[in-house]
């Protein structure tokens, strides 16, 4: 069984700066994805960015990019220019990319909430 | 049109009601899924359906019935709820199960209590 972890239950940061929040895994998968998912307080939960565990570039979408560890299993986010709108839970997920016939399940971690701060 | 819709977005029933949370998604999306959020908590998975089938049940409670009409929508039935069942009642869809589709598109969510 896979399992997700984020030590940073809550997070600060000043608008502006830059933050990173942390998240470890454990599986004996080789191939799979890992994602952060971000939920504003409005509930709506979205993806923010995606890595297959194949590539060994770090993923990076505007403000947002990974530290994509392999061997030590860690997947950390770092948001730059931190804004108000990215006050929020963030959970971190993996998937297998190997196909159950059952289908595809999202492990979550704990989260973090990050709060942005004027 | 990018978006999963939920409805009602909030619902108050007593644990002899019976009532529907529906989801509906217009992007050829043919897995579906239902989530589970306790506040401050991860979503836990209950119910995936693939190709309008179920093919996921994380050992959810009878009292949660889930219901796949066709391809664009998904229904959750509620019938003899306990308190403790009180959370928001996500949906997800993506464009199948195979891992290669991972992204799941959350909608908002129901926020269900339950007197």
């Known amino acids: 069984a896979q399992t997700v972890t984020q030590s940073q239950p809550e997070m600060s940061v000043q608008e502006a700066e830059t933050v990173t929040l942390s998240c470890t895994y454990d599986t004996s998968e080789n191939n799979y994805y890992l994602f952060w998912y971000k939920q504003p307080p409005s509930r709506q939960m979205i993806l923010v960015i995606r890595?297959?565990?194949?590539?060994?570039q770090n993923a990076t979408e505007n403000r947002f990019s990974v530290n994509f560890q392999k061997a030590a299993k860690s997947f950390s986010l770092k948001i730059s220019d931190s804004q108000l709108g990215d006050t929020a839970m963030y959970f971190c997920?993996?998937?297998?990319?190997?196909?159950?016939?059952?289908?595809?399940?999202?492990?979550f971690g704990e989260g973090t909430q990050l709060t942005v701060n004027p | 049109d990018t978006e999963v819709t939920q409805t009602p977005k909030h619902l108050v029933m007593g644990m002899t009601n019976k009532k529907s949370l529906k989801c509906e998604q217009h992007m050829g999306h043919r897995a579906m899924y239902w989530y589970k959020q306790k506040a401050k908590k991860p979503p836990e998975l209950m119910f995936v359906?693939?190709?309008?089938?179920?093919?996921i049940n994380e050992s959810v409670p009878s009292r949660f019935s889930p219901e796949c009409p066709n391809s664009s929508l998904l229904n959750l039935h509620l019938h003899a709820l306990q308190p403790e069942d009180s959370a928001l009642y996500l949906c997800a869809s993506s464009q199948g199960p195979s891992p290669l589709f991972n992204e799941q598109f959350f909608g908002p969510g129901t926020r269900l209590t339950v007197l």
């Open positions: 359906y693939s190709y309008e089938k179920l093919s």
């Open positions: 890595q297959e565990a194949y590539k060994q």
């Open positions: 997920a993996f998937m297998k990319q190997r196909q159950e016939t059952s289908g595809s399940r999202l492990t």
